[in-house]
């Protein structure tokens, strides 16, 4: 089925120019001077499929940008394991973008004209992405993120920027409002950074409990660089049914604590989401307050009862036990609820690579189309998250999300999403963009 | 919440900034007032002071109280301690030009940042409070543990100004600060109390960061507010001025938390700032300030 | 031919704190003098000059220069109209040549709206100070190279940069030995052809030779004012200053 | 003597374009992008060194002016269909016009207070990119549409356009510094700088002075921001952050505070530190860090400082 092509002789994937040529000659002559300088070989039929992962390991993304790191290993190594992609086997050149977009940018570049990457993939925070994606645009080099911001489906971006591996912010915080309306109650009070990130949970998720007949009543808005969280709270309404967090940051213990101490034992439901307690013990003291509160999780961290197999198989892939700490450390939590989106998308960038027949970075147009004409995605080792449906006009995916309830020191899974939830009507259509 | 109550909230909120600032910024306002010098990489020691009280309290494994305890003099020491060897083997070395300080302690910073990203890792880690006491008010909760720092903040600043105006090692400082050639000239050893003040400016940090790190959890990129906070502190107090420092981190503590019940909290940020800022414009050298800077 | 009044103060004071540094001070000053400023350590001499160039503002009290009150005026402005001031400590901009320090000193006067300076004029004019003051040979060299009385005549070449109406020397011959005192008392005979002198100075053959009229402050006032020989006669001067 | 001095120094800048100018024919492609970038930071930078170097203004609020060009450029470009010509011309009257008003209030203050001052505006600036949200995404930033990054029919993102307009920032600037640094107005700055009572006494109104320098080194800013956002297509509150004003701050020292090229020497050798050490370790920022500090102990008035302070005088 796969169609193997192995020519014997290198040969440039395209024609020589004289600039290229005179580019040739400088870069050879200063290349025994330079470790910067150093000529990457055009890639090749026999050469690995390179794949340049933009990874958060310094700056305020540094916890994420481990677990993305850890998961993209198991997956390379994975696929390379099951015979690589179209044969090749797959190589990842991984390197910081200290959580900036600025530096976000220069990778990519570096990536698609020094590494010659065949794509580039990787990053979380929002930012970054905005920042990189007009120069992966540019450069054309086909740039898959994993940052579930809703960018990418709100037309900001470009055709060479896609999502495929995780459900963007508003599908997600639009497919929790009916379950908070029926559930926890009509009067909701949000409480979410002021960023971008925060706004989108805010306007997305008003919208998503008028449509449910809820309301609305209060939203506090915390400014960047806030580290405490105390004098916040008696801004709360009263009559709240339902306090709504989102925080991103290494600021929500802080928070988590105070609001404990805030409220006591009478408080009204809280719902979060596990963002900002991505990589931190749920058990950890001081979070005790949590305990029958509920979050939205993007993948359950504890095993549940009703696990697929395929869940199973990726977490000791991964290596994350059942309690989704590492099996080596079981104070090192993973970043359980977001990093599938990494093992699942170099899966999407294999199919796609498959199905286009991609031989080298000339065939990164075809590449494009390809994983623009997948639409469904079944559970399976590839998508151990659950199944999904891809929107090849938005670059967007859709899949399930899941609500659970802390207790007894657990994660439990209470409610699981359909996909259609999180539909929304499409505001671009990047394949009328031309190539 | 009623006004009165919310009032009182803003108040206690922001009396617990400016308790853990004051000590942050003192640090700094001795080092600044005695070297001249820019001390960027204060922040870095505020954040290693706390990540050690974590791995003190993670290693001893003892009680919460007695891993405080051990903290909380374990971790002044072992940043002390980098402080004196910075200054000895770089600042020293730079002649303490002001200029060149800046680059060396943003390298610094740097450094320290990176290893302990490397050592310690990304992640918020807590370290329990040594006493878990929720004083109920009759319109909210509050951390008995949060009033205990108010306290301590106070006990450290009367040690501080105890040995600053009452002992032989105070007056040296205090001499060198007024005027190092003189203070060499009367055999004082100015090397040698520039290495302390560095390295005791660097404890004060540690010690504000261990009394903080069972509100706020130790985070290998938390030193950056702190530091900013001190140096508006500082200068706003006056170079120089210990009292007006300690005077300065109370003002802005307090009014962060009592600015944030009348704005929306952003907002309320940028007029803090803008205000601190206009202080500046109208008394260039601070509220308290003698010296120019 | 009368001679003009140039500077003139009425009630000139300067409080600070508890202390009157200058008191109701009313003084005058006639074009083409030479006027030494004298008086024990502490009188009130430096102040009353500042207040004069500006430097501070008085408590009380007008400064009339040239016919117009310049009370209000900054520093500056005040430099602009003509009076000119030389450090009691030596400043000169350690870091520039000498050539570039002098040209500081002339290129505002000789610039035009937004356009600097003709730089051969400002070139000639720079050198021309230089010169006067004997230093033309050391153009190039760094100031703060420079020995400490060159760097005293560097300032005074500063001073005539500036082609004042009035020059202010705060103690110029502080530190300087008795050649390059010798040739200060030309050069300041020399100067005063074009410009009116007041003088700070402790050296009281400086004083005795170069000043045509003396005024002796105390305690931030007037104590007595007149010809050296008169100075040199006044009871209540010797008791204050010279019988030490 | 002088005036041959002046020969050698123009024939050094002018060649230093040159040989820019000649580098984008061989250069590989990725340091060609890399180099175009460093030219446009290296622009922020020289900037930076107008207030810094050559006035002494100890500014720790530059971002605040970058970003003022930079959002000039963009909101204008998302809201406004205004495009490159207009933003960059956007971004100098954003970036003079909030230095003015900055430099009214911040310049009655001096030394560590002006450099607190500065940081408080900067703070208020980065934190109102957050308030107004809803125009500017806040930390997320926006992308500016690719139809509007055209400058006279030239498609801005295309590498050779993007090298030449980078190339003629840079040039522009660097004419800037060399024409201040040379000026009769550049002498009484760096007299500013020394001495700051001493020059109000030869008659200069010090207050205008350093008023003008921060106007012009807003300016500047302001161009490079606006510039930076039309070329590489995104606009970000990171760029109104804290760090974005010590790093211009940062290169200066490093390339040597008051020299011409030294703002260039500097940003090339910080981009490179970082990009070569991440390419190899995770633990780049403590090469970053090391390197600096080793730096500054050998080069302790930054590279072209202490050349110039050694060997070669001549160097503006």
Same mark, same amino acid.
């Given at each position: 089925m796969v169609e193997s092509v192995r020519p014997k002789r290198k040969q440039p994937v395209s024609g020589v120019t004289r600039r290229k040529a005179l580019v040739g000659l400088g870069g050879a002559a200063v290349s025994g001077v330079l470790p910067g300088f150093v000529r990457y070989a055009q890639a090749q039929s026999s050469a690995p499929i390179k794949i340049g992962f933009q990874v958060h390991r310094t700056g305020i993304g540094a916890s994420y940008g481990r677990w993305y790191d850890r998961t993209t290993k198991a997956a390379a190594l994975l696929i390379n394991e099951s015979g690589g992609i179209n044969g090749r086997p797959v190589e990842i050149i991984a390197e910081d973008d200290g959580t900036d977009p600025k530096r976000g940018a220069e990778v990519v570049e570096k990536f698609a004209t020094q590494h010659g990457a065949d794509v580039a993939f990787g990053t979380l925070f929002s930012h970054v992405v905005i920042g990189s994606a007009p120069r992966a645009g540019e450069l054309k080099i086909p740039y898959f993120v994993v940052s579930e911001g809703h960018h990418v489906a709100s037309g900001m971006l470009n055709r060479y920027t896609l999502q495929p591996g995780i459900t963007d912010v508003k599908s997600q915080v639009q497919s929790m409002a009916p379950w908070v309306a029926a559930n926890l109650g009509k009067k909701v009070t949000m409480i979410y950074p002021d960023f971008a990130f925060g706004h989108d949970h805010r306007d997305y998720f008003s919208a998503a409990m008028a449509a449910q007949?809820?309301?609305?009543i209060g939203k506090i808005a915390i400014p960047p660089t806030?580290?405490?969280?105390? %004098?916040?709270?008696? %801004?709360?309404?009263?009559?709240?049914?339902v306090l709504y967090h989102v925080m991103v940051g290494p600021g929500v213990l802080t928070f988590v604590k105070e609001m404990g101490e805030f409220f006591g034992s009478k408080r009204p439901e809280i719902f979060g989401f596990i963002d900002s307690l991505e990589a931190v013990n749920i058990n950890s003291p001081g979070l005790e307050f949590l305990e029958g509160s509920y979050f939205w999780e993007g993948n359950p961290r504890y095993a549940q009862a009703q696990s697929t197999k395929f869940d199973a198989f990726y977490r000791a892939k991964v290596g994350v036990d059942a309690t989704g700490a590492s099996v080596n450390d079981p %104070?090192?939590?993973?970043?359980y609820a977001h990093m599938f989106g990494c093992w699942e998308t170099l899966h999407v960038i294999k199919q796609g690579m498959e199905s286009a027949g991609y031989r080298g970075p000339g065939d990164r147009a075809k590449l494009i189309e390809a994983v623009e004409s997948i639409t469904d995605m079944a559970a399976s080792q590839a998508h151990p998250q659950g199944a999904k449906l891809f929107n090849g006009k938005t670059h967007q995916v859709f899949g399930h999300q899941y609500i659970s309830q802390v207790g007894g020191g657990k994660l439990n899974v209470v409610h699981r999403t359909a996909i259609e939830d999180g539909f929304y009507k499409d505001e671009v259509d990047y394949t009328s963009q031309p190539l | 919440m009623d006004f009165g109550p919310y009032f009182l909230l803003a108040t206690l909120e922001g009396a617990v900034g400016a308790a853990v600032l004051a000590l942050t910024a003192l640090g700094l306002s001795l080092v600044f007032g005695v070297m001249r010098i820019v001390n960027v990489a204060h922040g870095a020691f505020f954040m290693l002071g706390a990540i050690i009280a974590w791995w003190v309290a993670d290693t001893l494994g003892a009680g919460p109280m007695l891993s405080f305890l051990a903290a909380l003099i374990i971790s002044p020491l072992a940043v002390g301690a980098v402080a004196v060897l910075a200054e000895r083997l770089i600042l020293r070395r730079l002649n303490y030009n002001p200029e060149s300080t800046i680059v060396a302690t943003i390298g610094l910073l740097y450094v320290i940042e990176q290893v302990a990203l490397m050592t310690y890792g990304p992640d918020a880690r807590p370290v329990v409070a040594p006493i878990d006491f929720r004083v109920q008010l009759p319109w909210f909760g509050y951390s008995g543990y949060k009033l205990l720092v108010i306290a301590a903040s106070i006990v450290v600043m009367l040690a501080v100004w105890w040995g600053l105006t009452r002992t032989r090692i105070g007056l040296m400082m205090r001499a060198t600060q007024f005027d190092s050639e003189t203070a060499r000239a009367f055999a004082i050893p100015v090397d040698r109390v520039y290495g302390g003040v560095f390295a005791f400016g660097a404890m004060l940090a540690a010690i504000g960061a261990v009394l903080v790190v069972p509100i706020q959890q130790a985070h290998y990129l938390m030193g950056n507010d702190p530091l900013l906070l001190s140096f508006i502190v500082v200068i706003i107090g006056g170079l120089g001025s210990l009292r007006g420092t300690v005077l300065a981190a109370v003002i802005i503590g307090l009014s962060d938390g009592i600015i944030s019940v009348f704005f929306s909290p952003t907002l309320a940020k940028i007029i803090a700032t803008l205000v601190v800022a206009m202080i500046l414009v109208i008394r260039p050298k601070g509220l308290f300030g003698t010296q120019s800077a | 031919m009368a001679a003009m009044t140039l500077l003139s103060t009425e009630n000139l004071s300067k409080q600070f704190g508890g202390l009157r540094a200058v008191d109701s001070v009313s003084f005058t000053f006639l074009e083409g003098e030479i006027r030494a400023l004298i008086g024990p350590n502490g009188a009130g001499k430096t102040t009353f000059v500042n207040l004069l160039s500006g430097r501070i503002p008085p408590t009380e009290g007008r400064v009339v220069f040239a016919g117009e009150d310049v009370t209000r005026l900054p520093a500056h402005a005040r430099v602009n109209r003509g009076i000119a001031y030389t450090f009691q400590i030596t400043s000169v901009f350690a870091g520039m040549s000498a050539m570039d320090n002098v040209k500081l000193s002339a290129q505002r006067r000789l610039s035009k709206g937004l356009f600097g300076p003709d730089p051969a004029l400002l070139e000639r004019v720079a050198l021309s100070a230089l010169e006067r003051v004997g230093l033309a040979a050391r153009r190039d060299e760094i100031a703060g190279n420079l020995s400490y009385g060159h760097q005293r005549l560097l300032e005074v070449a500063m001073g005539l940069g500036l082609d004042p109406k009035l020059l202010i020397l705060d103690?110029?011959?502080?530190?300087?030995s008795d050649e390059e005192i010798a040739v200060f008392v030309t050069l300041v005979k020399e100067i005063a052809q074009n410009a009116s002198i007041l003088l700070i100075e402790h050296n009281m053959d400086v004083v005795m030779g170069l000043a045509h009229t003396i005024t002796v402050l105390d305690r931030g006032r007037i104590l007595a004012q007149g010809t050296p020989d008169e100075i040199r006669r006044n009871e209540a001067v010797r008791r204050a200053y010279l019988g030490k | 003597m002088r005036s041959r001095w002046a020969n050698k120094a123009t024939v050094l800048h002018v060649g230093v374009i040159a040989v820019l100018f000649a580098l984008q024919f061989v250069l590989p492609e990725y340091h060609h992008v890399n180099l175009a970038r460093v030219m446009v930071l290296a622009s922020f930078a020289m900037g930076y060194n107008i207030a810094f170097g050559y006035t002494g203004l100890l500014s720790l609020g530059h971002a605040m002016f970058f970003a003022a060009g930079l959002y000039a450029a963009g909101l204008m470009a998302q809201f406004?269909?205004?495009?490159a010509a207009g933003g960059l011309l956007l971004g100098v009257a954003a970036g003079l016009a909030l230095a003015a008003a900055v430099g009214c209030l911040a310049l009655r203050t001096t030394g560590v207070s002006f450099m607190i001052v500065t940081l408080m505006f900067a703070q208020a600036a980065f934190l109102a990119t957050f308030y107004f949200g809803e125009y500017t995404r806040g930390d997320e930033g926006f992308v500016i549409?690719?139809?509007?990054?055209?400058l006279f029919g030239l498609f801005l993102a295309e590498p050779a356009t993007r090298y030449f307009v980078a190339l003629s920032l840079f040039a522009l600037c660097l004419a800037i510094s060399f024409a201040v640094a040379r000026s009769s107005m550049g002498r009484v700055l760096a007299a500013i700088r020394e001495n700051e009572e001493r020059t109000r006494m030869l008659g200069y109104n010090v207050f205008l002075y350093k008023l003008v320098a921060l106007t012009i080194s807003g300016a500047m800013s302001g161009l490079v921001g606006a510039a930076y956002g039309m070329l590489f297509g995104y606009v970000g509150a990171t760029f109104a952050s804290i760090q974005y004003s010590i790093f211009p701050l940062l290169w200066v020292l490093m390339g040597g505070a008051a020299t011409v090229l030294g703002p260039f020497v500097g940003t090339l050798l910080m981009f490179y530190l970082v990009d070569i050490s991440s390419g190899f370790t995770s633990a780049n920022m403590l090469i970053v860090g090391l390197a600096l500090i080793g730096l500054i102990l050998f080069f302790p008035k930054g590279i072209l400082g202490s050349l110039r302070e050694r060997a070669a005088p001549w160097l503006p």
């Open positions: 007949g809820g309301e609305v806030e580290s405490s969280f105390f %004098k916040y709270f008696p %801004k709360i309404p009263r009559g709240t049914d %104070k090192d939590i993973s970043t | - | 103690e110029p011959t502080q530190g300087l | 406004a269909g205004v495009s549409p690719s139809h509007l990054r055209h």
